[in-house]
C-alpha cells in the first residue's frame, strides 16, 4: 500500500521542529535588522542537535545549504557541514511489520539471514544486511515510517526559514533553490527511482574499474525498500583518520573525480550528494559509490555551458563567461554583476586552468573558501542580487562538497589534464543521444 503525506503527520512534524527552525531563524533576522547581537554558535549547536536528532530530510537539507555561498551564517554552516543523523534506529518488532507489508507475510523466507540490528543510519531510512538464497549478500535499506508527511513539513519549515533569512538579506534569491530541493527530496521516497538512478550508474561507470555501483535486486524491492548487492569497504573518514600515505589519497581522489565527472561530462548526470557518508574506501584505493536518491539530468546545452565558463575564465574571455550565465539561465547580469560571479568562478575552476599537479586548494587556510564566499556574496548584495536557476544549485553543491573532500584527502593531482580528458572531443548531439540511450536502458522515470 503506498504511503502518502497526511496532515496530522505534517503538524506533529513542524511541532517539533518549528521552535529550533523558525525561532533561530528570527534571531538571524533580528540581527540582520536591529543589529541585536546573538551567541550564534551556540544557537549553531543548538540547531545541530535538533535536526541531527530527527530522521528525516531537513537534516538532509541542512547539509545541503552549507555548501552554499553565505546561503547560511558561516558558524551555521560550520555546524551543518558536520551534522549527522544520530536519531535512534527502528526496532525489531517494527521492522518485521515494514517488511512484511513491503514483501509480504512470508518475507524472512526469502532470506537465509537478515541482522536485526541497522548496519547504517540514512536522513530517510537505515539498511540491513542481508544473504540470498543464492549466497549473495545484500543491503536491504528500509525507508523510516511516515516520510511523506515529514517532507512535506520540513519543506515548509525550510520555506520559512528562506523566507525569514531573504527579507533581511537577498544577495541570493531562494525560489529556484526551494523548488529544486523539494522535487530532488520528493523523489527521494520512491525507492524505485534510486533503483533506477543505481542502475544508471552501473551502465555510466561501467568502463570505470576505479569506481563501485551495487546493483539493485530485482523482485526485493519496493517504493520504499531497496535491496541491492552489499560492498565491502571503509568509510573514507575512516580511513583518513590513519593517515594513509601520498599515492593512496591521490587514488582515492582520482576515483572520485571520475566518479562524478564521468557521468557529468559523457551523459549530463550529476550525483547531487557528495556527503562523507555516500562513498567507501576498499584496500587497492577503489571506491564505492552510494546512495543514488539525489540524481539531477542536465540537457547537453547546460553542460556547454559548464566547459564554456572554464575557458572563459581560462582565456579570461567575458563575452564567453556571459554567454556561459545565461546558458545556464542566470538572466539581467549586469558587467559590474557578473565580474562578482567571476570571483566564484575563478575560485572553483583555477585547480582545473593550471597545468600541473598540485592540490585543489594550495592554501592551508581553512577560511580562505569562506572569504571568497563572502566577498562574493558582498557584491551581489550592491549590485542587487542574483537568483540562481534550478539546474545550477546540485552542480554547484557536488563542485563545492567534492572540492571539500578532496581538501581533507590533501590529494595532489594534475587536476586539469584529468578534466581535460573528459571534455575532449565534447559534442553536444553525442551527448544527448548516449543520455537518452542509457536513461532508456535503465528504466529511468521522467523528472516529476
Same mark, same amino acid.
Given at each position: 500500500?503506498?504511503?502518502? =503525506?497526511?496532515?496530522?503527520?505534517?503538524?506533529?512534524?513542524?511541532?517539533?521542529?518549528?521552535?529550533?527552525?523558525?525561532?533561530?531563524?528570527?534571531?538571524?533576522?533580528?540581527? %540582520?535588522?536591529?543589529?541585536?547581537?546573538?551567541?550564534?554558535?551556540?544557537?549553531?549547536?543548538?540547531?545541530?542537535?535538533?535536526?541531527?536528532?530527527?530522521?528525516? !530530510?531537513?537534516?538532509?537539507?541542512?547539509?545541503?545549504?552549507?555548501?552554499?555561498?553565505?546561503?547560511?551564517?558561516?558558524?551555521?554552516?560550520?555546524?551543518?557541514?558536520?551534522?549527522? =543523523? $544520530?536519531?535512534? !534506529?527502528?526496532?525489531?518488532?517494527?521492522?518485521?511489520?515494514?517488511?512484511?507489508?513491503?514483501?509480504?507475510?512470508?518475507?524472512?523466507?526469502?532470506?537465509?539471514?537478515?541482522?536485526?540490528?541497522?548496519?547504517?543510519?540514512?536522513? *530517510?531510512?537505515?539498511?540491513?544486511?542481508?544473504?540470498?538464497?543464492?549466497?549473495?549478500?545484500?543491503?536491504?535499506?528500509?525507508?523510516?515510517?511516515?516520510?511523506?508527511?515529514?517532507?512535506?513539513?520540513?519543506?515548509?519549515?525550510?520555506?520559512?526559514?528562506?523566507?525569514?533569512?531573504?527579507?533581511?538579506? $537577498?544577495?541570493?534569491?531562494? &525560489?529556484?533553490?526551494?523548488?529544486?530541493?523539494?522535487?530532488?527530496?520528493?523523489?527521494?521516497?520512491?525507492?524505485?527511482?534510486?533503483?533506477?538512478?543505481?542502475?544508471?550508474?552501473?551502465?555510466?561507470?561501467?568502463?570505470?574499474?576505479?569506481?563501485?555501483?551495487?546493483?539493485?535486486?530485482?523482485?526485493?524491492?519496493?517504493?520504499?525498500?531497496?535491496?541491492?548487492?552489499?560492498?565491502?569497504?571503509? !568509510?573514507?573518514?575512516?580511513?583518513?583518520?590513519?593517515?594513509?600515505?601520498?599515492?593512496?589519497?591521490?587514488?582515492?581522489?582520482?576515483?572520485?573525480?571520475?566518479?562524478?565527472?564521468?557521468?557529468?561530462?559523457?551523459?549530463?548526470?550529476?550525483?547531487?550528494?557528495?556527503?562523507?557518508?555516500?562513498?567507501?574506501?576498499?584496500?587497492?584505493? =577503489?571506491?564505492?559509490?552510494?546512495?543514488?536518491?539525489?540524481?539531477?539530468?542536465?540537457?547537453?546545452?547546460?553542460?556547454?555551458?559548464?566547459?564554456?565558463?572554464?575557458?572563459?575564465? %581560462?582565456?579570461?574571455?567575458?563575452?564567453?563567461?556571459?554567454?556561459?550565465?545565461?546558458?545556464?539561465?542566470?538572466?539581467?547580469?549586469?558587467?559590474?554583476?557578473?565580474?562578482?560571479?567571476?570571483?566564484?568562478?575563478?575560485?572553483?575552476?583555477?585547480? *582545473?586552468?593550471?597545468?600541473?599537479? %598540485?592540490?585543489?586548494?594550495?592554501?592551508?587556510?581553512?577560511?580562505?573558501?569562506?572569504?571568497?564566499?563572502?566577498?562574493?556574496?558582498?557584491? *551581489?548584495?550592491?549590485?542587487?542580487?542574483?537568483?540562481? !536557476?534550478?539546474?545550477?544549485?546540485?552542480?554547484?553543491?557536488?563542485?563545492?562538497?567534492?572540492?571539500?573532500?578532496?581538501?581533507?584527502?590533501?590529494?595532489?593531482? $594534475?587536476?586539469?589534464?584529468?578534466?581535460?580528458?573528459?571534455?575532449?572531443?565534447?559534442? &553536444?548531439?553525442?551527448?544527448?543521444?548516449?543520455?537518452?540511450?542509457?536513461? &532508456?536502458?535503465?528504466?529511468?522515470?521522467?523528472?516529476?
Amino acid at each position: 500500500m503506498a504511503e502518502g =503525506s497526511n496532515l496530522f503527520g505534517e503538524i506533529r512534524r513542524m511541532a517539533r521542529t518549528s521552535g529550533a527552525v523558525g525561532g533561530i531563524a528570527a534571531r538571524v533576522a533580528r540581527a %540582520r535588522v536591529f543589529g541585536i547581537k546573538t551567541d550564534r554558535a551556540v544557537q549553531a549547536e543548538d540547531l545541530r542537535e535538533v535536526l541531527g536528532g530527527l530522521k528525516g !530530510p531537513l537534516m538532509k537539507v541542512a547539509q545541503f545549504l552549507s555548501t552554499i555561498p553565505d546561503a547560511l551564517p558561516a558558524e551555521y554552516a560550520a555546524e551543518l557541514a558536520h551534522l549527522q =543523523s $544520530n536519531a535512534p !534506529p527502528m526496532g525489531w518488532s517494527f521492522i518485521r511489520r515494514r517488511m512484511a507489508t513491503e514483501l509480504g507475510a512470508d518475507w524472512q523466507s526469502r532470506f537465509t539471514d537478515f541482522t536485526h540490528e541497522a548496519a547504517a543510519a540514512a536522513s *530517510l531510512g537505515q539498511v540491513h544486511r542481508a544473504r540470498l538464497p543464492n549466497g549473495t549478500d545484500v543491503a536491504c535499506k528500509l525507508q523510516y515510517p511516515d516520510m511523506p508527511s515529514t517532507v512535506e513539513a520540513d519543506l515548509r519549515q525550510l520555506r520559512l526559514a528562506m523566507a525569514i533569512y531573504h527579507r533581511m538579506d $537577498n544577495a541570493i534569491q531562494h &525560489e529556484e533553490i526551494y523548488k529544486e530541493l523539494s522535487q530532488r527530496l520528493r523523489e527521494e521516497l520512491d525507492y524505485e527511482r534510486e533503483a533506477a538512478h543505481m542502475r544508471l550508474y552501473g551502465l555510466m561507470l561501467a568502463d570505470v574499474p576505479t569506481v563501485h555501483v551495487p546493483v539493485p535486486i530485482a523482485g526485493y524491492s519496493t517504493k520504499r525498500l531497496l535491496t541491492m548487492t552489499w560492498l565491502d569497504g571503509r !568509510p573514507l573518514l575512516c580511513r583518513l583518520e590513519e593517515d594513509p600515505p601520498q599515492d593512496e589519497r591521490n587514488r582515492i581522489a582520482e576515483a572520485l573525480f571520475h566518479a562524478w565527472y564521468v557521468p557529468f561530462y559523457h551523459y549530463g548526470v550529476i550525483h547531487g550528494d557528495p556527503h562523507l557518508g555516500n562513498y567507501q574506501v576498499r584496500s587497492d584505493g =577503489s571506491v564505492n559509490l552510494l546512495d543514488y536518491g539525489a540524481i539531477r539530468v542536465f540537457h547537453a546545452k547546460f553542460v556547454r555551458g559548464v566547459i564554456d565558463l572554464f575557458e572563459a575564465v %581560462r582565456d579570461n574571455d567575458d563575452a564567453k563567461a556571459h554567454y556561459a550565465y545565461e546558458t545556464w539561465g542566470f538572466t539581467n547580469l549586469s558587467k559590474e554583476k557578473m565580474d562578482v560571479l567571476n570571483l566564484w568562478a575563478r575560485f572553483l575552476y583555477e585547480p *582545473l586552468v593550471e597545468d600541473r599537479v %598540485r592540490r585543489i586548494q594550495e592554501t592551508d587556510d581553512p577560511m580562505f573558501g569562506r572569504e571568497v564566499a563572502e566577498r562574493v556574496h558582498a557584491g *551581489l548584495k550592491r549590485t542587487g542580487g542574483v537568483k540562481p !536557476p534550478r539546474e545550477f544549485v546540485l552542480m554547484d553543491r557536488s563542485a563545492i562538497g567534492l572540492g571539500s573532500v578532496f581538501v581533507r584527502l590533501k590529494a595532489e593531482l $594534475n587536476w586539469s589534464r584529468l578534466f581535460r580528458a573528459l571534455i575532449t572531443d565534447f559534442d &553536444e548531439a553525442t551527448l544527448a543521444l548516449r543520455q537518452a540511450d542509457a536513461l &532508456e536502458r535503465a528504466g529511468v522515470p521522467p523528472a516529476s
